[in-house]
Nanobody, 115 residues
Framework: QVQLQESGPGLVKPSQMLSLACTVSGGSITTSYYWTWIRQPPGKGLEWMGHITYDGRTYYSPSLKSRTSISRDTSKNQFSLQLSSVTPEDTAVYYC????????WGQGTQVTVSS
């Protein structure tokens, strides 16, 4: 059974970098699938931010591409999200998701951008 778990700070100051990690168990991130970050701002719908493929290729939402970086650490079976220059509009629940062959979601982590 694949499990995903997000980790990272719950509070980030405006203009700083938001950094989250997703630890995957029950399957390797190098085998297959799309390892994805999705967020949901309060009162809004889900927003796809980007993903990294099993072979390390990255794809980003055009609206976030200039501020987003997704990377991976295969030795830890983790993939990570960095979002730069955050504003209060980046406040959201952030999810890591395995897409392909069925979707597996982490439980989500609340990130608040506030001074």
């Amino acid at each position: 059974q694949v499990q995903l778990q997000e980790s990272g700070p719950g509070l980030v100051k405006p203009s700083q970098m938001l950094s989250l990690a997703c630890t995957v168990s029950g399957g390797s991130i190098t085998t297959s699938y799309y390892w994805t970050w999705i967020r949901q701002p309060p009162g809004k719908g889900l927003e796809w931010m980007g993903h990294i493929t099993y072979d390390g290729r990255t794809y980003y939402s055009p609206s976030l591409k200039s501020r987003t970086s997704i990377s991976r650490d295969t030795s830890k079976n983790q993939f990570s999200l960095q979002l730069s220059s955050v504003t209060p509009e980046d406040t959201a629940v952030y999810y890591c998701v395995r897409r392909g062959g069925g979707a597996y979601w982490g439980q989500g982590t609340q990130v608040t951008v506030s001074s």
